[in-house]
């Protein structure tokens, strides 16, 4: 068997090989969102919902949500790997299993599910695989982790429905990896430089690049 050291990025790592990671956070994570001032751990008001999307970059990904009207919160951090309570270093070397995720705390009574999965699908190219742009690694896959079943059928639809228009437009099959939280695993916060990065500095980097091609919306239950 080859050792990790021969394998590239873009090679998920196995249970066996993924750092061993620690018993709880080494670092502090702020307890407000920079942004929206609301409790970036909660608690939230009574209704709200979360979603998990992971689009390459967090630091553009996060800020994408946040300008949402009736996003609650967003956070920065990582999920739907094997080592608990990684550090950003630790995940950047694909030895975790994690790809940068952003948590979406919203209110379903003025945003809805679908709604926020086509802004998942416009704001980054799904059709790439364990990257996005610049950014290569399994640490930057496109993912979306559910945590209802409205999410669940919001993503199949609107999965179904944008993939024939990207191939229209001269991409591929969509790459997302698509399954339930309970499934990927906790999401752990990242650190407190990561949360609303671009918004503590604006000029700073945004790997974010989405495809030009629109996703319908209005599919679900269709």
Known sequence: MALFGTRTKTTMVSPAEALPGRSE??????????VLGTP?????PSGTQVLHVAMGCFWGAER?????DGVVTTAAGYMGGYTPHPTY???CTARTGHTETVLVAYDPSRISAEQLMKAFWESHDPTQVNR???DLGTA????VYWTTEEQRAAVEATRAAFEPRLRD????????ELRPASDAGPFYYAEDYHQQYLHKVPGGYCGLGGTGVTCPVGVVGA
């Open 140 to 143: 930057y896959r496109s993912a």
């Open 40 to 44: 970036l751990e909660g608690p939230w």
């Open 64 to 68: 994408t949500f946040w300008e949402l």
């Open 132 to 134: 996005q742009g610049n």
């Open 25 to 34: 956070r080494a670092y502090r994570v702020p307890q407000r969102h920079a």
């Open 169 to 176: 437009a001269g991409l591929g099959a969509i790459a997302t």
């Open 89 to 91: 270093e630790e995940t």
